[in-house]
Antibody, heavy 119, light 109 residues
Framework: QVQLVESGGGVVQPGRSLRLSCAAS????????MHWVRQAPGKGLEWLAI????????YYADSVKGRFTISRDNSKNTLYLEINSLRAEDTGVYYC????????????WGQGTLVTVSS | QSALTQPPSASGSPGQSVTISCTGT?????????VSWYQHHPGKAPKLMIY???KRPSGVPDRFSGSKSGYTASLTVSGLQAEDEADYYC?????????FGGGTKLTVL
């Protein structure tokens, strides 16, 4: 079955960088676009970014453009999210999700990895 | 890129029906038929319940249904069951990005 497992979260100081990973299995990873979504404590879901199946196209939410970078390694079935200049408001659970409909909806999600930005 | 608007809470007794609304604009819900709904039990992976406004993925009970009128989409849960208690999020395609609603906590009384 489809499985997405995020990792790389933890407690990080403001201003530092962090790279999150999402290991995919149970489907042909290289044929699917992938998303990152986050949830701040007590808040709703916030879409962050999408990368096309071949890495040719990326889109970002305005709120993270310039600080977040989505990437993937299809040979390793892994999606990444690099976050620079971390801020307190970046604290939350980060989910990766599989794309369906060319960026229209997300049909499978991981359980998330918690990022806490604190000095 | 403002979030879609959902009521923070909804409730119903077992067996009853509940409808959750989701309001957007002409740039998202009103402009595309790509509304989706997600069920989220805290601590677990969110689950796709409805896509393309009305379609259900395989395995989702037909008690869950979706609709849209103008700038407002709705999720109806019929025959409420205890396991339906969760947070529900609407989402809409908005061009090159996706917007989510703030979430609705559904309580089964």
């Amino acid at each position: 079955q489809v499985q997405l497992v995020e990792s790389g979260g933890g407690v990080v100081q403001p201003g530092r960088s962090l790279r999150l990973s999402c290991a995919a299995s149970g489907f042909v990873f290289r044929t699917f676009g992938m998303h990152w979504v986050r949830q701040a404590p007590g808040k709703g879901l916030e879409w962050l970014a999408i990368m096309w199946f071949d890495g040719s196209i990326k889109y970002y939410a305005d709120s993270v453009k310039g600080r977040f970078t989505i990437s993937r390694d299809n040979s390793k079935n892994t999606l990444y999210l690099e976050i620079n200049s971390l801020r307190a408001e970046d604290t939350g659970v980060y989910y990766c999700a599989r794309d369906k409909g060319w960026g229209k909806w997300l049909d499978a999600w991981g359980q998330g990895t918690l990022v806490t930005v604190s000095s | 890129q403002s979030a879609l608007t959902q009521p923070p809470s909804a409730s119903g007794s077992p067996g009853q029906s509940v409808t959750i609304s989701c309001t957007g604009t002409s740039s998202d819900i009103g402009g595309y038929n790509f509304v989706s709904w997600y069920q989220h039990h805290p601590g677990k992976a969110p689950k796709l319940m409805i896509y393309e406004v009305t379609k259900r993925p395989s395995g989702v009970p037909d008690r869950f249904s979706g609709s849209k009128s103008g700038y407002t989409a709705s999720l109806t849960v019929s025959g409420l069951q205890a396991e339906d208690e969760a947070d529900y999020y609407c989402s809409s395609y908005a061009g090159s990005n996706i917007l989510f609603g703030g979430g609705t906590k559904l309580t089964v009384l």
